[in-house]
């Protein structure tokens, strides 16, 4: 399995960002996913998860201005960010929920003035 993020940049405070992640599996739609980060000298910690027919669940700081959703179709996985803030500074990465799977790159996102 091939894990790819991207999307990720600089953004000022109270900006937006979609976060793509492309999967390389051909049962991704029986996967439940999420979406994790990490930031400077802290653990990962998962801010995004969705069940292989849509129910989601958040991360209280990120709870009504993120969203992720999926397209078991083209194998996607996405995070939409809404009025980021500083704090959301950290690298994004996608996995399966529990992460059993080899983890890609990430995608930086830095929120800053």
């Known amino acids: 399995v091939q894990l790819v993020e991207s999307g990720g940049g600089l953004v000022q405070p109270g900006g937006s960002l979609t976060l793509s992640c492309a999967v390389s599996?051909?049962?991704?739609?029986?996967?439940?996913m999420a979406w994790y980060r990490q930031a400077p000298g802290k653990q990962r910690e998962l801010v995004a998860g969705?069940?292989?027919?849509?129910?989601?669940n958040y991360l209280d700081s990120v709870q009504g201005r993120f969203t992720i959703s999926r397209d078991n179709l083209k194998n996607m996985l996405y995070l939409r960010m809404n009025s980021l803030k500083p704090e959301d500074t950290a690298v994004y990465y996608c996995?399966?929920?529990?992460?059993?799977?080899?983890w890609g790159q990430g995608t930086q996102v830095t929120v800053s003035s």
């Open positions: 996995n399966a929920r529990p992460a059993d799977f080899p």
């Open positions: 599996r051909i049962i991704f739609s029986t996967l439940a």
């Open positions: 969705i069940t292989h027919d849509g129910t989601t």
